[in-house]
């Protein structure tokens, strides 16, 4: 049953992903860079830090907001669980190899008001959005109540809705390529029979990395 507590967390949530979105868009950082060109240069260490300081309360409230528990991992299961936790984590630090992680945090000096380049990681070969991919994962293996099943369908809400609009911005980067990419690999859940050959994730990781869109 929702109480008023997890529809106000709700809320919160909600309102989060909203300005998050908000402040990752290019009109938005383009209304920066045209009003404070100078400040616009660390428009992405700034967005990073204000999205992980507003996120980090966010998650310890809904963490310690546990009500009625839909269910609980034990035993094996939690063994499990916690396997697959520490499989996210290897996955991201594997493929984070890929890309710069300098500009992507914006920390590098080249960094600026535009989102920073992205490579191909491994994992392009079986989803297109392999962090997204990820962090379902371990969202939906987490022990879960109320409060947190609300938050869970959220963050998967804006997910699925943050890569569709990342890849509008791919199909213009691309054009067919990217339509033949997105035909062979699924977005955000694996599939065994979609999946690039090394031959094909090698003849793409050839072609032009995109310069305004991540792949994520």
């Known amino acids: 049953m929702l109480t008023t507590a997890t529809l106000m967390l709700a809320a919160t949530w909600i309102g989060y992903c909203a300005l998050h979105s908000l402040l990752a868009s290019l009109r938005f950082k383009a209304w920066i860079a045209k009003r404070w060109p100078a400040q616009s240069r660390s428009y992405r260490l700034g967005y990073n830090l204000l999205a992980f300081g507003l996120l980090i309360p966010l998650l310890l409230a809904t963490e310690f907001a546990a009500e009625d528990w839909l269910w609980r991992w034990q035993g094996a299961w939690a063994w499990f669980a916690h396997g697959i936790s520490a499989l996210v984590l290897v996955g991201f630090v594997w493929s984070s190899r890929a890309y710069d ?90 599939r065994p029979w979609r999946y690039l050959s090394r031959a094909e994730f090698a003849r793409l990781k050839t072609q032009r990395s995109p310069s305004n869109a991540s792949m994520t």
């Open 101 to 190: 992680m300098q500009a992507f945090l914006g920390i590098s000096p080249a960094s600026s008001a535009t989102p920073a380049q992205f490579g191909l990681s491994p994992l392009h070969r079986f989803v297109r959005h392999p962090w997204y991919f990820l962090g379902l994962l371990w969202l939906w293996t987490r022990d879960m109540d109320s409060a947190r099943l609300v938050a869970a369908l959220i963050v998967t809400g804006y997910l699925w809705l943050g890569s569709a609009l990342e890849e509008r911005k791919l199909m213009e980067e691309f054009g067919q390529a990217y339509k033949d990419y997105c035909a062979r690999v699924p977005g955000l859940l694996p």
